[in-house]
């Protein structure tokens, strides 16, 4: 952050249940119950058959790799992941869902190693154990010191802003939610009498209305506000509607997530919507017939915006590679491939250009 901008650093999915909680040095229990798979050893197995060996346990800072270090050097005035897994040792599945994933509590020194600011859990899987599992990853959040947003005890604690006070006095208010779109059951909702995730039954104008209030409610001048939304793979146009409506309503950025791979970056009115950043930390490698999408490459955004307004000074794109369980830097091929690919996506962008050192990395800025 300097004097003229706030940068902020934002990604998508980090999933540290499953193959990555098996390589960490407290696995929790392997046992699966997907179609195909019955234990978290195989997504291991299957990265190892791609990339080479993965010699367990692995240090808790393995599965960031080189992303770590280019978190430091971007030096960010608040970090804000989509955290994509229960943290739980509760071993009732939830009905009904073929994928759980869930991480051992006492793995989350993983977590805390990127230092996130922000943990959004208004998702598809934060409840694949039950209310019961969602009750012991709000505790385990909470005693490792980690910020969250989106899921709760009850429907007013899920929906309330996380807050990142900001230098010179302002404050990041992150406003976390999920739609049906992206896999959420009605079920998972929080109410009044029961806990759950911020949930919204869709794209629609009714729900940037409500968002809307709750960030006037909370917003002052000078602050920030950014909504953090788990929706669809695909980008219908009553998604770029409510995309703009949030921003009408007062967000400064919109933070979609729940696609494998990236979606498309748009800036409206000034502000940016990335529709969906894509996953950054999984245990996909290995997984066949999705090579086309290169879901191996994963990207870190950099956004930086003018701290009275919000709006979009720059984007600055890491791309990374998942290579046996952790981020590598992407080479420059695969990051020109990445930047032909915003290009196409991206609306309201003049053309990006890629720098090669010290490593890949992309700027968009406003056309």
Known sequence: MTAESVTLALCGDVMLGRGVDQILPFPGDPELREPYVQDARIYVGLAEAVNGPVHRPVAFRYPWGDALAALDAA???????????SVTRHGTFAPGREIHYRMHPANLPCLAAARPDVCVLANNHVLDFGREGLAETLRSLAA???RTAGAGDNAEAARRPAIVHLPGGRRLLVVALGMPSSGIPHTWAATARHSGVHWADGPSPATAAAVGAQLRARK????LAMVSVHWGYAVPRAQTACAHALIDAGADLVHGHSSHHPRPVELYAGKLILHGCGDFIDDYEGITGYERYRDDLRPLYLPALEPGT???????IVPFQSHRLRLRHASAEDARWLGALLDRLADGFAPGTLTTEPAPELLLRPA
């Open 220 to 223: 002052r001048t000078g602050d």
């Open 310 to 316: 919000g709006r979009l000074r720059e984007l600055r």
């Open 75 to 85: 030096a960010p005035a608040a970090r804000v992941l989509n955290l994509e897994t």
């Open 144 to 146: 490792a010191g980690l």
